[in-house]
């Protein structure tokens, strides 16, 4: 009799949940896509890193006790003299079931446009420029 037993629930399979959750987008510089850019992709304090491809896109894994759908994610990437930050994310999620297993796949979007960073001499030139105009405004 145990025997019978041991054998029927070795057959059985296994079912399980997997969730994923993937970040993904596209990185560009006025409008083209930055191949080499490194990215960094915050969420819920957990940091994954990457680079992105000759396209421009990048794409990060976390588990879902990491990451899930909904939570603040934060995409910040550089090149060069290029940086730039996106928090604005959209959400989707895609739910798969394939014999027992069930697979949720949550994606999250964000494009991240480069812009040129300001160097010191540059920022001291702007911020000495706006005093010079509020004095020059104040004078009449």
């Known amino acids: 009799m145990i025997l019978a037993l041991a054998s029927v629930s070795a057959s059985l399979p296994i079912c399980a949940t997997v969730e994923t959750t993937y970040v993904a987008g596209t990185i560009t510089s006025e409008g083209s896509p930055v191949d080499g ?3 960094e992709v915050t969420c819920n304090g957990h940091v994954n890193s990457t680079t992105s491809a000759s ?12 990451c899930t759908n909904g939570n603040d994610v934060s995409v910040s990437a550089s090149k060069d003299s290029l940086s730039g930050t996106n928090g604005d994310v959209e959400w989707y999620t895609e739910d798969t079931q394939i014999g027992c297993l069930q697979m949720i796949v949550n994606v999250a979007c964000a494009d991240v446009p480069l812009i040129p960073e300001f160097g010191l001499v540059i920022g001291t030139l702007t911020a000495v420029s706006a005093i010079g105009v509020f004095f020059f405004v104040r004078r009449k």
């Open 37 to 39: 850019a490194a990215v």
């Open 55 to 66: 396209d421009g896109s990048y794409s990060v894994s976390f588990s879902s006790e990491d």
